[in-house]
C-alpha cells in the first residue's frame, strides 16, 4: 500500500523560513516525479513546485519563484520544499504528490498534507 506523508507545517511570522519534508513508502521513490500543492480556504488547489524523477528538472509556480526550493533525497527517499521569505499569501494545506507524469496535475498519488500558516 503506498502512503506519502508531509511534516513540517507551522505557524510562521512572516519574513521567516520553514522546511517541509515528504516520505513515501510502497512505492520506488526514484521511480516517480514528485510534487507540491497548496490550497487555501476557498481557493483552488494551486501547484506549487515540481522535480522529476532524477532531481534535475525543476518547476515554481511564479507566486514562489525565487523563494522556494525543491529537493529530493533518492537515498533517503524524501522530498523536500524549502520556503524562505514566507508572506501571508502562503497560507494554506500544503500536500506532497506523486506522479508518472513529470508535473501533472493529477498526481497518482497524494498525501494528507500539512498546515502552513504565515502571521502578518
Not at 522529476?52 to 533518492?74: M, Q
Amino acid at each position: 500500500q503506498v502512503q506519502v506523508t508531509e511534516s513540517g507545517g507551522d505557524l510562521v511570522q512572516a519574513g521567516g523560513s520553514l522546511r517541509l519534508s515528504c516520505t513515501s513508502s510502497g512505492l520506488t521513490f526514484d521511480h516517480y516525479h514528485m510534487g507540491w500543492f497548496r490550497q487555501a480556504p476557498g481557493k483552488e488547489r494551486e501547484k506549487v513546485s515540481c522535480i522529476n524523477w532524477s532531481g534535475v528538472t525543476t518547476y515554481y509556480a511564479d507566486s514562489v519563484k525565487g523563494r522556494f526550493t525543491i529537493s529530493r533525497d533518492i537515498a533517503k527517499n524524501t522530498l523536500h520544499l524549502q520556503m524562505n521569505s514566507l508572506k501571508p499569501e502562503d497560507t494554506a494545506m500544503y500536500y506532497c504528490a506523486a506522479s508518472y507524469e513529470y508535473c501533472s496535475d493529477s498526481p497518482n498519488y497524494w498525501g494528507q498534507g500539512t498546515q502552513v500558516t504565515v502571521s502578518s
